[in-house]
T-cell receptor
Framework: AQKVTQAQTEISVVEKEDVTLDCVYE???????LFWYKQPPSGELVFLIR??????QNEISGRYSWNFQKSTSSFNFTITASQVVDSAVYFC????????????FGIGTKLQVIP | DTGVSQDPRHKITKRGQNVTFRCDPI?????LYWYRQTLGQGPEFLTY????????KSRLLSDRFSAERPKGSFSTLEIQRTEQGDSAMYLC?????????????FGPGTRLTVT
């Protein structure tokens, strides 16, 4: 069985602060994929990143960075110099290998960036 | 706009009525997924199609739920004899095929309210 835990249900930061969203996952698969999605107040889920379990390199995309640590089963997401537009619910997700992807989502972390 | 589209965006129905939702995936995507999302939760997988074949159904999908993708393009999700517990956002997503964990692109969702 697959499980994704996002222990932080809500976080508030002041604009320009850095913030890290935690994600811990459980799976018996040796190969798997991890994702982060953003759900702004408008409601539509927006894909942010996909990570193969074989690739433990950290990734940076503008103000976003991701830290994948297989040893601790974590895939954390950091927003640097947060902006009000970053306010949203962020979901971490996990899918098994193979030809289809039954994605298991975490409960989400609601981020509020205060101006 | 060539993203995933869903219709209707909102549906209010009385308990016991049947409802049908439509999803049009991104045109080159051969995989299509349905999820349900309730307030404060992440999306929960309901079912998945590869082309016109329905390959997996969650146990969340009771006998009152049925999904089709007749020509491997758009899909419909029907709920018969709706119950108040069916009130939720129903999300459709699509992805390309292959053995890798390709990211899913989500539509705006259909919000169902059962009164």
């Amino acid at each position: 069985a697959q499980k994704v835990t996002q222990a932080q249900t809500e976080i508030s930061v002041v604009e320009k602060e850095d913030v890290t969203l935690d994600c811990v996952y459980e799976t018996r698969d040796t190969t798997y994929y991890l994702f982060w999605y953003k759900q702004p107040p408008s409601g539509e889920l927006v894909f942010l990143i996909r990570r193969n379990s074989f690739d433990e390199q950290n990734e940076i995309s503008g103000r976003y960075s991701w830290n994948f640590q297989k040893s601790t089963s974590s895939f954390n997401f950091t927003i640097t110099a947060s902006q009000v537009v970053d306010s949203a619910v962020y979901f971490c997700a996990l899918s098994p290998p193979g030809g289809y992807q039954k994605v298991t989502f975490g409960i989400g972390t609601k981020l509020q960036v205060i101006p | 706009d060539t993203g995933v589209s869903q219709d209707p965006r909102h549906k209010i129905t009385k308990r016991g009525q049947n409802v049908t939702f439509r999803c049009d995936p991104i045109s080159e995507h051969n995989r299509l997924y349905w999820y349900r999302q309730t307030l404060g939760q992440g999306p929960e997988f309901l079912t998945y199609f590869q082309n016109e074949a329905q390959l997996e159904k969650s146990r969340l999908l009771s006998d009152r739920f049925s999904a089709e993708r007749p020509k491997g393009s758009f899909s419909t999700l029907e709920i018969q004899r709706t119950e108040q517990g069916d009130s939720a956002m129903y999300l459709c997503a699509s992805s390309i095929g292959g053995s890798s964990g390709y990211e899913q692109y989500f539509g705006p969702g259909t919000r169902l309210t059962v009164t």
